[in-house]
């Protein structure tokens, strides 16, 4: 964007003086206007998507945590025989920290584990007696909370493919070059153009920055804490 401002700059002493006289610029300003109009909108969206990715994900991590506890706290109360469902839970809660903060080989392996683990748990609640009503009603929310964990995880991991659209990063770096080409023709090259252009540069690109951090909430420089899952870890164990 800095180059593209220079290129601007160094066109002005270039262009004949026709195409940088005011009725010249009253549609180069105008066109300038457009771009900084239609930067500021689709930035602003690109941001705004790539924040609600972070909280979405924020979002159902708690979900994810709240429901092992409330599924651990049901096998508690079913009794000793349950023990072995909260065990394989717990395996699944730290197969599931590996898959959004691990290496990328412990998120491969995650996904296999983890389906192994399903079924595995899916037969032992299948086998599972209640004796009484109590023991009926704690098997039954206990399988509704499984299944919700599942399927957070499964949600959690598609929105993850695709978080923002690099199509339109793309465009929205064509329109910022051309924006400040643009800056630069409207100008005239001195110390404070060029600075005021690399400075402004620098905040387009921070603003990209940040677009592409909080799209990667689990391995940026601001990823979500793992504290949550690793307390679940925790209680799930004890």
Known sequence: MLASGLTGLALTRVLPEAHTSDRSRDILGGVVGLLTL?????LGLLI????GVTQTQKS?????TARALEFNLEMKQYGPQAQKARDLLRTEMVWAHEQFWGEDRAKADAVDVTSANMSTMDAFLTGLTPENDMQKR???AA????ASIGETRLLMSLQLT??????????VIAWSCLLFAGYG???RPNATTISTLGLGGAAVASAMFLILEMSQPYTSSIQL???LIEQTILELGQ
């Not at 239609?38 to 689709?42: D, E, S």
């Not at 705004?48 to 924040?51: F, G, I, N, R, S």
């Not at 695709?162 to 465009?171: A, E, G, Q, T, Y």
């Open 185 to 187: 023709v409207l100008s």
């Open 48 to 51: 705004w998507t790539a924040y």
């Open 225 to 227: 804490s793992p504290t």
């Open 162 to 171: 695709d978080p923002v659209s690099w199509p339109l990063i793309m465009i």
């Open 38 to 42: 239609l930067l500021a909108l689709v």
């Open 143 to 146: 399988a509704q909370h499984y």
């Open 138 to 140: 704690l098997l039954g």
């Open 60 to 64: 159902e991590l708690q979900l994810l």
